[in-house]
Antibody
Framework: EVQLVESGGGLAKPGGSLRLSCAAS????????MNWVRQAPGKGLEWVSS????????NYADSVKGRFTISRDNAENSLYLQLNSLRAEDTAVYYC?????????????WGQGTLVTVSS | EIVLTQSPATLSLSPGERATLSCRAS??????LVWYQQKPGQAPRLLIY???NRATDIPARFSGSGSGTDFTLTISSLEPEDFAVYYC?????????FGGGTKVETK
């Protein structure tokens, strides 16, 4: 069974940093591209970043480019998102998501999410 | 950036009725369109990929159609557990984008 468990969320001040983690199990992590998607309170879904299975292809939403960094450790079956220069508008539940199949940027499996709150 | 516009924003229906949800893309995305369902307090769940293919374990009452710029998600007969928010997403090009969602609520 595919399992994705996010951690690392919490309260941060504007301009501060957080590091989110996503522990994956139930599949061969190194074979799959991974993603972060966020959802502000009461709002819709927003794609944040994607990373290929070997980390040789990375993409970011314009809203986070230059501030957030996605990475992965295939030996540890883990996905990360480093959040720097945080803003109030980054407040959201952050979901880790695996693509459905071996290719194609859709989100077949999701974690339960971790809440990031940016406030002074 | 490809903009996805979902309509209506809210759909008020009764159990047993047919639901028809629309997603329109600002430019052609071929069939690279995905549908998700999200219930309160839960992560989204993938329903339909590549416009018309049901994901694993998705009931047959859910169907998707369309290509190019106009797409439809149909729920043939609403079950109580189908009242939720539905999002479309395009995977044709970066940045990946979602529609604003359609809430299917009980009439």
């Amino acid at each position: 069974e595919v399992q994705l468990v996010e951690s690392g969320g919490g309260l941060a001040k504007p301009g501060g940093s957080l590091r989110l983690s996503c522990a994956a199990s139930g599949f061969t992590f190194s074979n799959y591209a991974m993603n972060w998607v966020r959802q502000a309170p009461g709002k819709g879904l927003e794609w944040v970043s994607s990373i290929s299975h070997s980390a040789d292809s990375i993409n970011y939403a314009d809203s986070v480019k230059g501030r957030f960094t996605i990475s992965r450790d295939n030996a540890e079956n883990s996905l990360y998102l480093q959040l720097n220069s945080l803003r109030a508008e980054d407040t959201a539940v952050y979901y880790c998501a695996r693509i459905r199949g071996s290719s194609g940027w859709d989100f077949g499996y999701w974690g339960q999410g971790t809440l990031v709150t940016v406030s002074s | 950036e490809i903009v996805l516009t979902q309509s209506p924003a809210t759909l008020s229906l009764s159990p047993g009725e047919r639901a028809t949800l629309s997603c329109r893309a600002s430019q052609s995305i071929s069939d690279y369109l995905v549908w998700y369902q999200q219930k309160p307090g839960q992560a989204p769940r993938l329903l339909i990929y590549d416009a018309s293919n049901r994901a694993t374990d998705i009931p047959a009452r859910f169907s998707g159609s369309g290509s190019g710029t106009d797409f439809t998600l149909t729920i043939s007969s609403l079950e109580p557990e189908d009242f939720a928010v539905y999002y479309c997403q395009q995977r044709r090009s970066w940045p990946l984008t979602f529609g604003g969602g359609t809430k299917v609520e009980t009439k």
